[in-house]
């Protein structure tokens, strides 16, 4: 079991470190006085079923920027809803940027279960 949990920590750390490289990129031209936000990743295994259950939050912003920047694709984030592509670009956008390995290296395929905003942030 201490094995699990430290290619989990391992893991987390490593996704914390990539994933969060799409919504900063580079940012020697950014504004010094921007203010500084950060998502979160929550990672449940469900012992019962032998799965893992991940959770992003983003804010609703930089989400709809990174999509928009991604395919084109303007997801909407405010409280009139989202647009018909907004699954599918998020979905292909989570598919070519996160990726989660087993312990002999092979790529695990995920199922998006979709996503839902509420105020400022995008879960």
């Given at each position: 079991?201490n094995?699990?949990?430290?290619?989990?920590?391992?893991f987390l750390?490593?996704?914390?470190?990539?994933?969060?490289?799409?919504?900063?990129?580079?940012?020697?031209?950014?504004?010094?006085?921007?203010d500084f936000?950060?998502?979160?990743?929550?990672?449940?295994?469900?012992?019962?079923?032998?799965?893992?259950?991940?959770?992003?939050?983003?804010?609703?912003?930089?989400?709809?920027?990174?999509i928009?920047?991604?395919?084109?694709?303007?997801?909407?984030?405010?409280?009139w809803?989202?647009?018909?592509n907004?699954d599918?670009?998020?979905?292909?956008?989570?598919?070519?940027n996160?990726s989660?390995?087993?312990?002999?290296?092979l790529?695990?395929?995920?199922?998006?279960?979709?996503?839902?905003?509420?105020k400022?942030?995008?879960?």
């Amino acid at each position: 079991m201490n094995k699990i949990y430290f290619y989990l920590g391992k893991f987390l750390l490593i996704l914390l470190l990539v994933f969060t490289e799409g919504f900063w990129g580079d940012q020697s031209t950014a504004n010094p006085n921007h203010d500084f936000y950060l998502s979160i990743c929550e990672i449940i295994h469900k012992k019962e079923s032998q799965s893992l259950e991940i959770t992003f939050r983003f804010f609703a912003d930089d989400l709809e920027k990174t999509i928009l920047n991604y395919d084109h694709t303007r997801i909407v984030t405010d409280s009139w809803g989202k647009s018909k592509n907004s699954d599918k670009s998020l979905f292909n956008y989570l598919k070519n940027n996160f990726s989660i390995y087993d312990k002999k290296g092979l790529k695990i395929d995920y199922e998006f279960i979709g996503w839902e905003i509420d105020k400022e942030h995008c879960w």
